[in-house]
């Protein structure tokens, strides 16, 4: 081959290499992976392959249970709250495609199609057995640059309502099409490949990740959707997280799909090396795997205790109704617990779900201040639960439900084993008494506790929420959150702390040579419609006040009294936490009292929890204003459930929880929503790298004067007979 | 019968039926039994007859755990601090019997016979296979109204030290036979009696308590042990608690067997008629049980992952010594983890315990203002630890530890089932992470979290305490509390709230007709000797601050940050938790270094808690002072253990935790001790009524750059080939 031919086939080739690489990435299947599913994934059930050694296999009791089989069967909605049907979400295609918004217009995406809720009263009064309530849908669809709100009404085939955003800022929930689209942007700008290949990174071996860029005020967000785009070096390990590209960043404009600017500091950064941080347990058993632990099983010999009917849950003495949803995760509704005494179901959350989270990094630097995600209405917080993973996830007697989701065009796709149900036994005790024999009375009683725990586990990127929803028999539904996932880590020319002057900030830890975790926060707020005995209930904050005692009264100085203060209004519910204020927060219903005169009621007891300490001003803090409680009661009103507003990307905070509380209406004895935030502050340590361990927190609602008396008295103990026999796989 | 012989024969039985009563309560079957075990119970095991469906059965695997072969076993101690042996109890009380304090009183008691724990730097010397640490105990005597301290040199037979409490004030924790002989005191008071029976209650069916008597300055309480006697009905229910005969108090002198008063107020108020309060299952199956699930349980087809020598329990990657004691209850000692990377064991605590409890009852009128318990120093936390109840206390999979203590004139007797150890798996997640294969990488991670639990429960009188040490693979430990049991519930002749007038408190809920749950506190506080990575540590306060960003800096207008404060002496390390002022709390070892250099360091990360509100100055609040903070540090000093002193029973607060600690002693890199108080404001509801599911808090000792990276990254998942084959046995 002569110098020109070789010349020309050096050019072609690496022509050849660099399109291979773009389309690589993302390529084809992952793209057609990305347009039916969460961050993609669930359609294809890669996990069994993940997983050779731990194929899906259910006990043969379970058999019932099997999703596909379930999922036939959920092809009728049973239910009013059920969630839209493979075909209800056909016949919305069809409707919309008549409709004159997207008829006129090629490109278009709808952000959500979900079950539009029936009334709240229509659904109350609904009965099994009643005919079904109409079924209409909601839509959210982006044309053009404005968003619209739309209702379809499936028994009529007609748009029965259609609303733009008016005046109110931000954008819907990005689609996955919208997050997968723009990552290859970047690629298309020289400048960006430039400053990927000058780190000494092949661009094979990119990962990048849409980062959403908040909004901070300057013109250049106004009337567009921006992202920024970030990336990572894959090389040698899945863990690329840990590889960042520090300093490299691409606004990009999500919809024409053009790279705004290109920002590019700290070039002296190199990409760390990522040794031993593949977590996978492929890597792990060459590298020697750490068996510190024979095997323990959860074993239910006679079945679970609980039957579900489409998406009606029935367990011991509760009974709810429970859907997938792309934007919360898992929506719980209309809880009810059965009376001891009566028999009879009663009322207790008519909904609960994850409205919004808010995790703002704290590094106020150019590649990082943006970094303050608000999960649920930017990424979709059902959209991101990966399926789950049997046997981990979720113990071997679990049952697992599907979501059905739509793509941006309104297809169908199917989220499998997005939520797991199972009951829970770690071996605690529900209640228990051991008499000493003074009285001659020789009494042991001890009852165990088992719980039924709706799971789901929702992978933001590269963290994972595990949130569960658990029931227990006496009447408490605690709501826990666990962190698990990957650290969003900043690359650093340092190696050791001693080469880190006193006077530097790192804004984290350093966890590992050219790697620091930067300190976060994370902030979970529910959204829980109360329904105690019925609709109309009050807020009491319960102040536990010390009192002095007069002078005689008593040889104490002072005890502690209880102060019932009924909330009137909006305001008088705003409430932060204070370990020397305390107070218990009940939802009573004024109109139901128990035998001796106290009115009904449940309590939300705070769990460990942490607070927003951000400026007020912050724009990130003003759009996730929600946060500055622990706590709010707003009056319920169908259109308040996001607590950063209907449109939280690139929102400015003009439609949030606190705008809607600062109205301040009236809340005592009306129908009531409460609304409650767990928190975590977050410094890393070198223990969360190169995957973290599992960092969990939650909130009860418990029964405070809603029974006569303790609602498991008469539940029997466990008896040796009851328990089952078992052994070991490879002895059996 | 003629008229005289009628009326002989009337006094004649009423005389014998009075005399039959007074013997009978306690009787002597029952008094031998308080004289050799806690508040009587264990050593007649009469818990197996308390469940005849539910004899005590382990697995066959199980056998070589079975206590009894374990304490043949343990006989001859196997570790510096393993408990005293029935032989060195024995031995004790030979050589006590020669020393002239016991010789020249006939009467005197032994309060504490326990384990002298060699110097701290012998036993972190000490290795496997040295020649044993001389052997010592540590006696309390209380003899002729004064307090001893004895040390007796087990090997030299003598007594080698002997101090008397010089101007300390208070006496040492009461012995059984102390709150059992005080109960048939009032008895002898016509008066009394009177009382009693005034208000239809029969003096047989009469279940009395020994209510320890706080202080509060009066001249009634010097130089003597008082205490207070409380009676209630236990006709018709084995819950006696539920009936009690209020504003009848017995002041009794503990040691002269006297009444000093009686007072007599509240004639009005009936006793409650106890309906649907007996909490047996064998009256609850009479009722109509409550049967709401399914059996479940924990199995192990390959046994249990742990293994106990002595006292020592080796459990995955952790080692720890564990005994039981009777003040404390249980005891955590050389808690070491090993690390992954180089495979040794490294310290975590050198010791950890419940050190004091303070539950004050929220009542200052002459019955209730009292009652400001404080349960380890007055009552001994782990004599009243009852025996577990196998298959409800701890899961079927669970090893139990007897405890051997001695009765006060020194004779060991056993607490069979004391202490119980197992496994725990709800279904939880260790560490977890799906990705999203925008990059092709198809992973799907997750790893099941086990869990090792020590666990006691305590109940004292009507309370029980379910204290559980949790041990975590990826180096967690969490300390947690579980209040079960039975309410005090104070009487009233309120049977319904609308007969409370608006201006009148009534201190607590009215749980049923005439019954009050009345508002207390409980705070448990412990002792927690950290030795990270060796025995010189430093107590560092990361405070997580609110930084303005200046002008033109940021976006931004603020951010977190982390700042690190090292406490130089004690006074910095007295802390109280506020939610908006939040810090982390290390320990670290600042001479141990990371490999990029962060000191290596364990955190203690609260849990939900509450905070006592009581006037400082207030008597119990004085006497309980160590519950003024929720955290402190003091350098290590080994007589400094009883957060409320030595001798809390009567005592006036001059020895507590506040006093020691005001002394401001240096404690950076030094031998330091943490103290953590977990608080429960509880305002009872209806639900508590008539036995309480429990309500749990804790907060853990977390690695925070102990370990390089995840101790926990090479661990295997579960396969389906790993767990069990079961069967429910009517089918096996």
Chains 1, 2 share one sequence.
């Not at 997983?51 to 009791?61: L, R």
């Not at 005692?549 to 204070?578: F, M, N």
């Not at 009661?633 to 949030?656: H, M, R």
Request: proline fraction near 7%.
């Amino acid at each position: 081959m002569e110098a020109k031919n070789l010349w020309r086939f050096l050019v072609l080739s690496i022509g050849v290499v660099l399109v291979l690489l773009v389309t690589r990435l993302p390529n084809k299947e992952a793209l057609d992976c990305n347009l039916y599913s969460g961050w993609c994934t669930s359609k294809n059930r890669f996990y069994s392959s993940a997983h050779p050694n731990n194929p899906i296999k259910k006990p043969s009791s379970f058999s019932t249970y099997h999703h596909n089989q379930h999922h036939d069967e959920s092809e009728i909605p049973e239910h009013p709250l059920d969630p839209l049907t493979i075909q209800e979400f056909n016949k919305v295609r069809t409707i919309l495609s008549n409709h004159p918004l997207f008829k006129s217009s090629s490109t278009y995406t709808l952000n959500s199609v979900v079950l539009e809720e029936p009334d709240k009263k229509l659904v109350l009064k609904w009965k099994k057995g009643d005919p079904p309530l109409p079924r209409k849908a909601s839509v959210v669809a982006y044309v053009k640059g404005d968003s619209h709100v739309l209702t379809v009404d499936l028994e009529t085939g007609q748009v029965a309502s259609h609303k733009t955003t008016g005046s109110v800022s931000g954008y819907p929930t990005m689609t996955m099409e919208d997050m997968v689209g723009v990552l290859e942007v970047p690629l298309k700008s020289t400048e960006f490949n430039r400053s990927i290949t000058k780190r000494g990174v092949n661009l094979a071996d990119l990962a990048c990740l849409p980062i959403s860029s908040g909004w901070y005020g300057t013109p250049v967000e106004e009337n567009r959707r921006l992202i920024k785009v970030q990336c990572y070096s894959k090389e040698g390990t899945v863990n690329f997280y840990m590889k960042p590209i520090e300093g490299v960043t691409a606004l990009v404009d999500m919809d024409r799909k053009e790279v705004l600017a290109i920002s590019d500091n700290g070039q002296n950064i190199p990409v760390a090396n990522g040794i031993n941080t593949d977590y996978r347990y492929s890597i792990q058993k060459l590298n020697g795997e750490l068996r510190l632990l024979n095997p323990i099983s959860l074993e239910q010999p006679k079945g679970p205790s609980f039957t579900i009917e489409g998406h009606l849950v029935k367990w011991a003495n509760w009974e709810f109704h429970l859907r997938p949803d792309p934007r919360a995760g898992t929506i719980i509704s209309q809880a009810k617990v059965r009376d001891p005494d009566t028999s009879k179901l009663r009322s207790v959350m008519y909904k609960g779900f994850t409205s919004e989270l808010f995790v703002p990094y704290m590094d106020p630097t150019e590649g990082w201040y943006f970094k303050t995600y608000m999960d649920a209405g930017e990424y979709g917080f059902g959209l991101q639960a990966m399926p789950l993973d049997p046997l981990n996830d979720c113990p071997r007697n679990a049952y697992y439900m599907d979501g059905v989701f739509a793509s941006s065009d309104g297809t169908p796709y199917l989220q499998p084993n997005m939520i797991c149900i199972f009951e829970s036994y770690a071996g605690d005790i529900a209640w228990r008494h051991a008499e000493c024999p003074i009285t001659d009375l020789k009494v042991t009683e001890v009852r165990p506790k088992v719980t039924l725990v709706v799971r789901m586990a929702a992978a933001v990127a590269n963290y994972d929420y595990i949130v569960d929803w658990e029931f227990q028999t006496d009447g408490l539904i605690r709501a826990k959150v666990g962190l698990s996932g990957i650290l969003m880590v900043k690359g650093t020319t340092n190696e050791n702390m001693d080469q880190v002057p006193n006077q530097e900030y790192l804004y984290g830890t350093l966890l590992s040579e050219n790697i620091i975790g930067v300190i976060h926060d994370h902030f979970i707020t529910y959204y829980l419609d109360m329904d105690v005995d019925g609709s109309d209930n009050s807020f009491v904050k319960v102040n536990i006040k010390k009192q002095e005692t007069s002078r005689g009264e008593s040889p104490r100085k002072s005890y502690l009294k209880a102060v019932k203060k009924v909330a009137k209004t909006e305001k008088d519910a705003q409430i932060r936490l204070q370990l020397y204020e305390p107070s218990e927060f009940h939802v009573v219903n004024p109109l139901k009292k128990t035998r001796v005169g106290n009115p009904v009621g449940y309590k939300l007891v705070p769990g460990a929890t942490a607070a927003s300490l951000l400026d007020p001003e912050d724009p990130p803090q003003k759009r996730a204003a929600f946060t500055n409680n622990q706590l709010w009661v707003t009056p319920y009103n169908k259109s308040e459930q996001w607590a950063g507003g209907l449109f939280v990307y690139q929102s400015k905070g003009d439609d949030t929880l606190q705008v809607w509380s600062n109205r301040d209406r009236p809340i005592e004895n009306k129908d009531i929503v409460l609304w409650y935030t767990i928190g975590f502050h977050h410094i890393p340590c070198q223990e969360d790298y190169p995957i973290m361990p599992t960092v969990s927190s939650s909130f009860d609602l418990k029964p405070a004067n809603f029974f006569e008396r303790n609602p498991i008295l008469g539940v029997p103990p466990n008896f040796e007979d009851d328990l089952p026999v078992c052994k070991a796989r490879d002895s059996a």
